[in-house]
């Protein structure tokens, strides 16, 4: 058992969505120091973290929670504070017995405390084997495979009572698969937990939320198309359920009815697709009702006096029986369910609402936190973050800029940070950005579509907008000279007001050595190298001794170290000594690399997916670096001293050298 103390900690995709686990090298033990002295941390981010559900003691304390380790802490009316957390975890669920609260999560987090700031591990105990949770490997060598406390994901849980239940997955990792099972844990104190398999002979999808609730003297576990069924917490029915079209994702009883809310998004009920609502009265059979189209819903819980549904955009709905439901949406954003753009505020996608004595509290995307007085009441938003998602960083001529979702922040100091003013921002998300020679240009997707991309020079914005009638497929900054590269032509400006053309496919630069340029034609199986970064020559260029078919995705992007490039794609680190030549020097299945940026003194660092940080002298000797976040890092710069990165929520990084 470890004891945690609550040290406070500072406030400080082009769109892909990549849902991918990263099993064993972000979540095992920290990893080996590379370029030694090196540390990372990280200055923004949590107060933009998504919160998943909140929590009140009897004593008055309140506290929400989030993925990336947020804990927020409500310490009077309308102020809430970022807490610590010892351990690096998503976290999805709380529950409490009055005294004392659990948080649940994945690699393995079942924690719990008293006051929200200090934290105690909860434990699962025994010895757990791969056979014992699915006969087909009791006599086979992998079936001896131990479990690792680390490789269990907790999904929801509850006080039912007289004890904490938990419901979640586990995974065993043997040679080069993972097998994935249902499982609970039961904790009186919370402290020390048995772990019960759910075992069924029926294949069970794992990508749905492992829900759970105790209706009737039952214990029900919702997965994919069924739910598990006990009486006492030791032993499990399977009961499928060909109607549950959709996710579930919560659950709730007033003692004589189940209502379970989500989104369904097939076309085999028929039905729009959009949140629903189904009820049961046996815990077993569920019946389909009140569909509310494209809005996903997301939480319900019973109040005391009736439930109340809180789903995407700011949805609310209430209802005193879970069969006729009434909306109580004051505000609601415009965003449909397909769409991961994130609304914040009180248009906000509510993840959880709740009532603690005579008020509401609903948590949600970007740190939002609302609360009111009654469901006819005005909310009242009590945080809420600071950025949406940040897609670039850039370092010229002792200026910083970073580029997001509807922001341009700037900085001198790479601390402090102030949004560049424009009414246009706010419409355009940028998804790339490019500087040298104190010029930055980030480009994106706007609700205008003539107004894609500005240049910030000297402190001072400009629109970018109507210099090239076709679509734009790469901006680049050469010693100070703006690359606007179309289908047929690009054009290129020193000062962003005048413009000359140069007509023909046109090479997008990738990096220099300071002799040789090397570059690729988008949408285009052509190479090239420059002497100049002007007159350009094609070329071939291979990887591990195959002929590369096209770059982008073979080498999304790539540097010069001093001595040789470095490159990255998805999941590998690349070198060239001459630009045209690559090998694979580190395949890592599933690392997602984004961007990589280089120190004066030759160390290259590459980030990714999960907080991913790989850094290497010189290119020599790749080593995972201990990061302080598990949001995606998409973009890196180097400053002269330190390398900042950012990513999802607004997640800012430092790393220098001690």
Same mark, same amino acid.
């Given at each position: 058992?470890?004891?945690?103390?609550?040290?406070?900690?500072?406030?400080?995709?082009?769109?892909?969505?990549?849902?991918?686990?990263?099993?064993?090298?972000?979540?095992?033990?920290?990893?080996?120091?590379?370029?030694?002295?090196?540390?990372?941390?990280?200055?923004?981010?949590?107060?933009?973290?998504?919160?998943?559900?909140?929590?009140?003691?009897?004593?008055?304390?309140?506290?929400?929670?989030?993925?990336?380790?947020?804990?927020?802490?409500?310490?009077?009316?309308?102020?809430?504070?970022?807490?610590?957390?010892?351990?690096?975890?998503?976290?999805?669920?709380?529950?409490?017995?009055?005294?004392?609260?659990?948080?649940?999560?994945?690699?393995?987090?079942?924690?719990?405390?008293?006051?929200?700031?200090?934290?105690?591990?909860?434990?699962?105990?025994?010895?757990?084997?791969?056979?014992?949770?699915?006969?087909?490997?009791?006599?086979?060598?992998?079936?001896?495979?131990?479990?690792?406390?680390?490789?269990?994901?907790?999904?929801?849980?509850?006080?039912?009572?007289?004890?904490?239940?938990?419901?979640?997955?586990?995974?065993? #990792?043997? &040679?080069?698969?993972?097998?994935?099972?249902?499982?609970?844990?039961?904790?009186?104190?919370?402290?020390?937990?048995?772990?019960?398999?759910?075992?069924?002979?029926?294949?069970?999808?794992?990508?749905?939320?492992?829900?759970?609730?105790?209706?009737?003297?039952?214990?029900?576990?919702?997965?994919?198309?069924?739910?598990?069924?006990?009486?006492?917490?030791?032993?499990?029915?399977?009961?499928?359920?060909?109607?549950?079209?959709?996710?579930?994702?919560?659950?709730?009883?007033?003692?004589?009815?189940?209502?379970? +809310?989500?989104?369904?998004?097939?076309?085999?009920?028929?039905?729009?697709?959009?949140?629903?609502?189904?009820?049961?009265?046996?815990?077993?059979?569920?019946?389909?009702?009140?569909? #509310?189209?494209? +809005?996903?819903?997301?939480?319900?819980?019973?109040?005391?006096?009736?439930?109340?549904?809180?789903?995407?955009?700011?949805?609310?709905?209430?209802?005193?029986?879970?069969?006729?439901?009434?909306?109580?949406?004051?505000?609601?954003?415009?965003?449909?369910?397909?769409?991961?753009?994130?609304?914040?505020?009180?248009?906000?996608?509510?993840?959880?609402?709740?009532?603690?004595?005579?008020?509401?509290?609903?948590?949600?995307?970007?740190?939002?936190?609302?609360?009111?007085?009654?469901?006819?009441?005005?909310?009242?938003?009590?945080?809420?973050?600071?950025?949406? &998602?940040?897609?670039?960083?850039?370092?010229?001529?002792?200026?910083?800029?970073?580029?997001?979702?509807?922001?341009?922040?700037?900085?001198?100091?790479?601390?402090?940070?102030?949004?560049?003013?424009?009414?246009?921002?706010?419409?355009?998300?940028?998804?790339?950005?490019?500087?040298?020679?104190?010029?930055?240009?980030?480009?994106?997707?706007?609700?205008?579509?003539?107004?894609?991309?500005?240049?910030?020079?000297?402190?001072?914005?400009?629109?970018?907008?109507?210099?090239?009638?076709?679509?734009?497929?790469?901006?680049?900054?050469?010693?100070?000279?703006?690359?606007?590269?179309?289908?047929?032509?690009?054009?290129?400006?020193?000062?962003?007001?005048?413009?000359?053309?140069?007509?023909?496919?046109?090479? +997008?630069?990738?990096?220099?050595?300071?002799?040789?340029?090397?570059?690729?034609?988008?949408?285009?199986?052509?190479?090239?190298?420059?002497?100049?970064?002007?007159?350009?020559?094609?070329?071939?260029?291979?990887?591990?001794?195959?002929?590369?078919?096209?770059?982008?995705?073979?080498?999304?992007?790539?540097?010069?170290?001093?001595?040789?490039?470095?490159?990255?794609?998805?999941?590998?680190?690349?070198?060239?000594?001459?630009?045209?030549?690559?090998?694979?020097?580190?395949?890592?299945?599933?690392?997602?690399?984004?961007?990589?940026?280089?120190?004066?003194?030759?160390?290259?660092?590459?980030?990714?997916?999960?907080?991913?940080?790989?850094?290497?002298?010189?290119?020599?000797?790749?080593?995972?670096?201990?990061?302080?976040?598990?949001?995606?890092?998409?973009?890196?710069?180097?400053?002269?001293?330190?390398?900042?990165?950012?990513?999802?929520?607004? +997640?800012?990084?430092?790393?220098?050298?001690?």
């Amino acid at each position: 058992m470890k004891v945690w103390p609550g040290n406070k900690i500072h406030k400080t995709t082009m769109i892909v969505m990549l849902f991918i686990l990263l099993t064993g090298l972000l979540y095992g033990s920290e990893p080996a120091a590379a370029a030694a002295g090196w540390k990372w941390t990280e200055q923004s981010g949590k107060e933009s973290t998504p919160l998943n559900d909140v929590v009140g003691l009897s004593s008055g304390v309140i506290f929400a929670i989030g993925d990336d380790s947020t804990i927020q802490r409500r310490v009077s009316e309308g102020e809430w504070r970022i807490q610590s957390f010892p351990q690096k975890a998503n976290l999805k669920a709380a529950t409490d017995n009055g005294t004392i609260a659990i948080v649940a999560g994945d690699h393995g987090v079942l924690a719990r405390t008293k006051d929200g700031v200090s934290w105690e591990s909860g434990e699962i105990q025994g010895n757990w084997l791969l056979y014992q949770f699915n006969d087909y490997y009791k006599n086979k060598p992998e079936g001896k495979t131990k479990l690792n406390a680390l490789n269990t994901d907790w999904h929801d849980v509850i006080w039912d009572g007289e004890q904490f239940v938990a419901s979640g997955e586990v995974t065993f #990792i043997f &040679d080069s698969y993972n097998s994935t099972f249902p499982a609970v844990a039961i904790s009186k104190q919370g402290v020390s937990w048995e772990l019960v398999p759910l075992i069924t002979k029926e294949h069970i999808a794992t990508w749905d939320p492992y829900k759970l609730v105790k209706f009737q003297n039952k214990w029900i576990v919702k997965v994919a198309k069924g739910v598990f069924v006990s009486q006492n917490l030791k032993s499990w029915t399977y009961h499928s359920n060909q109607k549950f079209y959709g996710s579930i994702d919560e659950f709730s009883t007033n003692g004589k009815v189940i209502v379970a +809310v989500g989104w369904d998004g097939s076309s085999e009920s028929g039905q729009a697709i959009g949140g629903v609502v189904y009820t049961s009265t046996d815990g077993i059979n569920y019946k389909a009702g009140k569909r #509310i189209s494209n +809005v996903a819903l997301n939480s319900v819980s019973w109040d005391g006096e009736q439930f109340i549904v809180g789903g995407r955009s700011g949805y609310i709905m209430q209802s005193n029986d879970g069969l006729t439901w009434k909306e109580k949406t004051q505000e609601r954003g415009s965003t449909q369910a397909f769409f991961s753009v994130h609304s914040i505020g009180l248009e906000g996608n509510i993840n959880r609402l709740k009532k603690f004595g005579s008020q509401y509290i609903g948590v949600g995307d970007g740190g939002v936190i609302r609360t009111a007085k009654g469901l006819d009441e005005k909310w009242s938003l009590e945080a809420a973050g600071k950025y949406n &998602d940040l897609y670039g960083i850039a370092y010229s001529q002792n200026t910083y800029l970073i580029a997001g979702v509807g922001n341009i922040v700037t900085s001198t100091d790479g601390s402090s940070w102030s949004a560049a003013e424009s009414a246009i921002i706010p419409e355009t998300s940028f998804y790339s950005l490019t500087s040298g020679n104190g010029k930055f240009v980030p480009y994106g997707i706007s609700s205008t579509p003539s107004q894609e991309s500005f240049l910030y020079m000297n402190g001072q914005q400009q629109s970018l907008s109507g210099i090239v009638k076709e679509h734009v497929d790469n901006i680049s900054i050469i010693n100070g000279q703006i690359r606007i590269i179309t289908e047929t032509e690009m054009k290129t400006s020193t000062d962003g007001k005048n413009w000359s053309s140069t007509p023909g496919l046109q090479p +997008v630069p990738v990096a220099v050595n300071g002799k040789i340029w090397i570059g690729y034609q988008e949408g285009k199986s052509s190479y090239y190298k420059s002497t100049d970064g002007i007159n350009w020559k094609r070329t071939e260029i291979n990887l591990d001794g195959k002929k590369l078919e096209t770059w982008n995705g073979s080498i999304d992007k790539s540097i010069w170290t001093g001595s040789k490039f470095i490159g990255i794609n998805r999941d590998s680190i690349l070198e060239s000594a001459n630009g045209t030549s690559w090998k694979t020097v580190l395949p890592l299945k599933n690392a997602g690399f984004k961007d990589l940026a280089v120190s004066g003194d030759g160390t290259v660092t590459a980030v990714g997916l999960n907080g991913i940080i790989y850094m290497a002298d010189r290119g020599e000797n790749w080593k995972a670096v201990y990061s302080p976040t598990l949001k995606e890092l998409k973009s890196i710069t180097w400053d002269g001293k330190q390398f900042l990165a950012v990513g999802s929520n607004g +997640v800012i990084l430092r790393g220098k050298k001690e």
